[in-house]
């Protein structure tokens, strides 16, 4: 059975009286809630040109909504503003599925392999973000906007080493299996990126280092919502 928190913005207790962890929206989240509220029902691609968003980076912020009850999805109309008293939230529902649940298999390629040839597996593998490693560990990322930087400057793709665009670590955002779904969605909305490696640690001369074993994107988090509504 779900434990369903009742949340508003002047308490952070539920209805039994207990103190629990709130949810808090971002001001993109706040603007989507007044969009619909305003002009339901509204469709994704209206919502993202009110906002001057691409469909793709709203994705995530609707799946957020509609997961947590605010928001509801009709197919063929639109979203619609619930009609409930308060945010319903699937608070605990969320934080029990973790991200070794859903996670798809990565894409990796070593610091060596050319800007040219990361852009064919970006595609061939229909990815947002290429992960970089080195002896099996993590080392950096890549992301669809740092190919289009480097590919509209002029540089020569075909000999630029990957590793000189990448973002290294420790600047690498990641999950741990045992990390929630929740979390996930939240670190990828925050920092505004396409998906976030998840790794296991490992020891060499007791200095941890991170192997990827897995990713969480945005596609995964949409079907994820996609199957807990057919799931009712």
Not at 210 to 216: D, H, R, Y
């Amino acid at each position: 059975m779900l434990n369903v928190i009742h949340y508003n913005k002047n308490s952070n207790r539920n209805v039994t009286g207990k103190r629990v962890e709130t949810i808090k929206l971002t001001d993109r989240q706040e603007e989507i809630i007044r969009l619909v509220k305003e002009k339901q029902p509204i469709t994704s691609e209206k919502i993202a040109g009110s906002l001057s968003l691409t469909r793709a980076a709203l994705r995530p912020d609707l799946a957020i909504l509609t997961m947590t009850g605010i928001l509801e999805a009709r197919p063929k109309v639109g979203y619609v503003y619930s009609k409930k008293p308060s945010y319903s939230i699937i608070y605990d529902y969320l934080k029990g599925i973790k991200a070794g649940e859903v996670m798809s298999k990565p894409v990796m390629v070593s610091e060596e392999c050319t800007v040219y040839d990361g852009i064919v597996h970006l595609f061939l593998n229909d990815v947002g973000t290429l992960f970089i490693q080195s002896e099996g560990c993590l080392v950096g990322a890549v992301s669809r906007k740092d190919f289009l930087k480097i590919a509209i400057g002029g540089t020569d793709i075909h000999k630029v080493p990957i590793g000189i665009i990448m973002t290294r670590m420790p600047n690498i955002i990641y999950l741990k299996p045992e990390d929630s779904i929740y979390d996930a969605a939240r670190k990828i909305i925050d920092h505004q990126i396409d998906s976030l490696p998840v790794v296991e640690s490992v020891f060499e001369d007791d200095v941890e280092q991170l192997k990827v074993i897995g990713k969480v994107s945005k596609t995964n988090l949409t079907n994820l919502l996609i199957k807990m509504s057919e799931n009712g």
